[in-house]
């Protein structure tokens, strides 16, 4: 029986406690986790769909850097019910196999006899695991064998699911769902292995390999044009001068760069496309604030800063005596060590624009690396 596959990627993380990444987006070898748990599917099962649900404000980047593989990336939702939703409003095929991208370890015999059902004509399949220990609820024993620990994946049949799903009510997986409406629901043994990746202790649990120690370069350029004035905005500070910057923002060419640095180290394009001086918006915004949209979006998709190297082309005014000011609240913004941020100033020896005091141009390169989990502190 033909099957889709999806797998739930689209949560915040708010529970997993390491800095600011999403579990999804850690590492194992080269691979997201989302990657690397499609790739464990696809070796188990030529499922005629795969959808992955990711968070709305990764949709871009996924598909950008992603869409060559067999995958329809979906925007998720707000509540993993409303992500199901979207994932299989256009599925077509009887039965739909969902798993959380969390649950990365996946036991291939326990899917493969998940799967075996889809010739029985059951309404949803369930792996569960029982309890040893005693279970006390409310202060009472309760019977251990009526408790059943409720993994993923579950297999759903399609019409059936999307009927269960088409309520405001809220159910935490697929049975929960499906047995308002249906009682033919079949339960099977789920696997120890199977472990759900909730908070970062559960890391310590899981066998998976060290994230590939690769570094990416960024190179960011900006430039702006002079106008009259008193003062420019250099890495997110004031510095007498003998003009302004012409922008539509705040005119900060500095953190420009910068951005466009990030950016482009992860291959998430550029500031022009993520804040289009189109957009009233960011008319006159502190560009401080669009920095700390840009790293936050960073360090969610699993990089850290190696170094960043700035150097500062300027006819006037000269910078050695803000240098430091400007290199303490970078290392602010982005959250790294002073030590990891250098900043050169030169002048154009009057030559062309910059030379002759009509614009500033800055360049920044930006190493970056995989944000290690295995050996984060925090």
């Known amino acids: 029986m033909k099957t889709s596959l999806v797998l739930l990627g689209a949560g915040k993380s708010t529970r997993f406690g390491l800095k600011n990444i999403k579990k999804q987006w850690i590492r194992v070898g080269d691979?997201?986790?989302?990657?690397?748990?499609?790739k464990q599917f696809i070796q188990i099962h030529d499922f005629i769909d795969i959808?992955?649900?990711?968070?709305?404000i990764d949709f871009e980047y996924v598909k950008s850097n992603y869409?060559?593989?067999?995958?329809?990336?979906?925007?998720?939702?707000?509540?993993?019910?409303?992500?199901?939703?979207?994932?299989?409003?256009?599925?077509?095929?009887?039965?739909?196999?969902?798993?959380?991208?969390?649950?990365?370890?996946?036991?291939t015999i326990v899917v493969q006899n998940i799967l075996s059902y889809t010739n029985k004509n059951i309404d949803c399949v369930v792996p569960y695991l029982t309890v040893n220990d005693t279970v006390v609820f409310q202060d009472k024993?309760?019977?251990?064998?009526?408790?059943?620990l409720i993994q993923t994946p579950q297999l759903s049949c399609t019409k059936t699911l999307k009927k269960a799903t088409a309520t405001n009510k809220e159910y935490t997986d697929d049975r929960g769902a499906i047995s308002q409406i249906s009682q033919n629901i079949e339960y099977v043994n789920g696997s120890e292995i199977s472990l759900k990746l909730?908070?970062?202790?559960?890391?310590?649990?899981?066998?998976?390999?060290?994230?590939?120690?690769?570094?990416?370069?960024?190179?960011?350029y900006d430039i702006h044009r002079t106008k009259e004035g008193s003062e420019i905005i250099l890495g997110g500070i004031k510095i007498p001068a003998s003009f302004a910057l012409l922008a539509h923002s705040d005119g900060d060419v500095l953190i420009h760069s910068v951005i466009d640095a990030l950016l482009g180290s992860i291959g998430a394009s550029d500031i022009g496309e993520l804040f289009p001086d189109t957009d009233n918006k960011y008319k006159n915004i502190d560009s401080t604030e669009l920095l700390k949209l840009v790293i936050d979006f960073f360090y969610?998709?699993?990089?850290?800063?190696?170094?960043?190297?700035?150097?500062?082309?300027?006819q006037s005014p000269k910078l050695k005596r803000y240098k430091n000011q400007i290199k303490q609240n970078l290392a602010k913004l982005l959250s790294v060590k002073l030590n990891s941020i250098n900043i050169k100033a030169t002048t154009h020896e009057k030559l062309d624009a910059i030379g002759e005091n009509r614009a500033i141009a800055v360049h920044s390169i930006v190493s970056v690396s995989f944000f290690d989990w295995q050996n984060a502190k925090n």
């Open 198 to 220: 909730t908070t970062k202790r559960d890391l310590k649990k899981l066998n998976l390999d060290h994230p590939n120690n690769k570094v990416f370069v960024g190179h960011g």
């Open 300 to 314: 969610s998709v699993g990089y850290k800063i190696n170094n960043i190297d700035i150097s500062v082309l300027a």
């Open 51 to 56: 959808i992955i649900t990711v968070d709305e």
């Open 67 to 107: 869409g060559d593989y067999n995958i329809t990336f979906v925007k998720g939702s707000d509540t993993r019910q409303n992500s199901i939703k979207n994932a299989i409003e256009n599925i077509t095929s009887e039965y739909v196999l969902i798993s959380d991208i969390a649950r990365c370890n996946i036991d």
């Open 141 to 148: 024993t309760i019977d251990r064998n009526q408790i059943k």
């Open 31 to 38: 691979d997201p986790l989302f990657i690397y748990v499609y």
